[in-house]
């Protein structure tokens, strides 16, 4: 029993010195009163002794303290989920595409090879908006047979005499509106319409009579093409085209006999084919 009165009288004494360090310290609690009562019957021979507090309903603390512990870890740096979405979503805002193939035109007319590019902005996913410009070329030779001889170590040679040569060179400058109606990201067709002016150079010589002939003619014409487009990468696509040329030049050429004007045409309505590369940027 003395263990117990000996532990009590020195938990009171911490508490009257806690009391005062926390009149010193601002991160405390507030003070409270307490008192020390011991029984009667500690008197006794059995020298036992009871310990309780009593606390001043004045001095009750009114404000309460919440200690927690604070943890701080750095994470890696992101851009907002919205502007990246925002801008992955997007895509290309512009496309320009390089390609090969050929005009045949209607009629006897000889078919011309054809290469180009087209370039412009995209209104949204479905929507292209562009400009293209056209090389179609083509050339004749007009020759006679001369002689043949025999080679010695087999065959015959000819000799031939050029009588005269052609070439034209046609360029289409058009303005193009093109729809995708599939994803862009797989293997989808699209389809389109152009529409411009066109402008051929024509120049021939007859080297038999020393005639030469030079002229150029323009006009305008349009063009309604179909075709498939292959991914490649996420941005860069295979495309194949088949178009419809529809377009007839002139010019006006006065007769220097009667000096009288008329108008000289050429028809350049056709069918071609061309594959190249386009690309979004």
Same mark, same amino acid.
């Given at each position: 029993? %003395?263990?117990?009165?000996?532990?009590?009288?020195?938990?009171?004494?911490?508490?009257?010195?806690?009391?005062?360090?926390?009149?010193?310290?601002?991160?405390?609690?507030? %003070?409270?009163?307490?008192?020390?009562?011991?029984?009667?019957? $500690?008197?006794?021979?059995?020298?036992?002794?009871?310990?309780?507090?009593?606390?001043?309903?004045?001095?009750?603390?009114?404000?309460?303290?919440?200690?927690?512990?604070?943890?701080?870890?750095?994470?890696?740096?992101?851009?907002?989920?919205?502007?990246?979405?925002?801008?992955?979503?997007?895509?290309?805002?512009?496309?320009?595409?390089?390609?090969?193939?050929?005009?045949?035109?209607?009629?006897?007319?000889?078919?011309?090879?054809? $290469?180009?590019?087209?370039?412009?902005?995209?209104?949204?996913?479905?929507?292209?908006?562009?400009?293209?410009?056209?090389?179609?070329?083509?050339?004749?030779?007009?020759?006679?047979?001369?002689?043949?001889?025999?080679?010695?170590?087999?065959?015959?040679?000819?000799?031939?005499?050029?009588?005269?040569?052609?070439?034209?060179?046609?360029?289409?400058?058009? $303005?193009?509106?093109?729809?995708?109606?599939?994803?862009?990201?797989?293997?989808?067709?699209?389809?389109?319409?152009?529409?411009?002016?066109?402008?051929?150079?024509?120049?021939?010589?007859?080297?038999?009579?020393?005639? %030469?002939?030079?002229?150029?003619?323009?006009?305008?014409?349009?063009?309604?093409?179909?075709? *498939? $487009?292959?991914?490649?990468?996420?941005?860069?696509?295979?495309?194949?085209?088949? *178009?419809?040329?529809?377009?007839?030049?002139?010019?006006?050429?006065?007769?220097?006999?009667?000096?009288?004007?008329?108008?000289?045409?050429?028809?350049?309505?056709? *069918?071609?084919?061309?594959?190249?590369?386009?690309?979004?940027?």
């Amino acid at each position: 029993m %003395k263990l117990r009165v000996w532990m009590a009288m020195a938990a009171g004494v911490m508490i009257v010195h806690s009391a005062a360090w926390a009149e010193s310290s601002s991160l405390a609690l507030e %003070k409270v009163a307490c008192r020390v009562e011991k029984s009667a019957s $500690a008197s006794s021979s059995s020298q036992s002794s009871d310990l309780s507090f009593a606390v001043d309903p004045s001095s009750t603390p009114t404000t309460s303290f919440i200690h927690e512990s604070v943890r701080w870890r750095p994470r890696r740096w992101r851009e907002p989920e919205s502007s990246y979405s925002s801008s992955h979503k997007s895509g290309p805002q512009g496309f320009t595409q390089i390609h090969a193939g050929f005009l045949d035109p209607d009629g006897e007319a000889t078919s011309m090879f054809l $290469a180009g590019f087209r370039a412009g902005g995209n209104v949204d996913r479905h929507v292209q908006l562009g400009v293209g410009v056209d090389w179609a070329h083509a050339s004749e030779r007009s020759t006679v047979i001369i002689s043949r001889e025999p080679l010695p170590g087999g065959g015959t040679s000819e000799r031939r005499q050029e009588l005269a040569k052609s070439s034209s060179h046609l360029f289409p400058i058009m $303005a193009q509106l093109q729809i995708t109606p599939g994803e862009p990201d797989q293997l989808h067709p699209y389809f389109g319409v152009a529409g411009g002016y066109d402008v051929l150079l024509v120049s021939a010589e007859d080297f038999t009579t020393g005639t %030469k002939f030079d002229a150029t003619y323009g006009g305008w014409g349009w063009q309604a093409y179909a075709g *498939f $487009a292959i991914p490649l990468s996420h941005n860069s696509t295979l495309n194949v085209e088949g *178009f419809r040329n529809t377009a007839r030049v002139g010019r006006d050429v006065s007769d220097p006999v009667t000096a009288q004007t008329y108008r000289e045409e050429v028809d350049l309505h056709g *069918f071609g084919l061309r594959a190249g590369l386009g690309w979004g940027f």
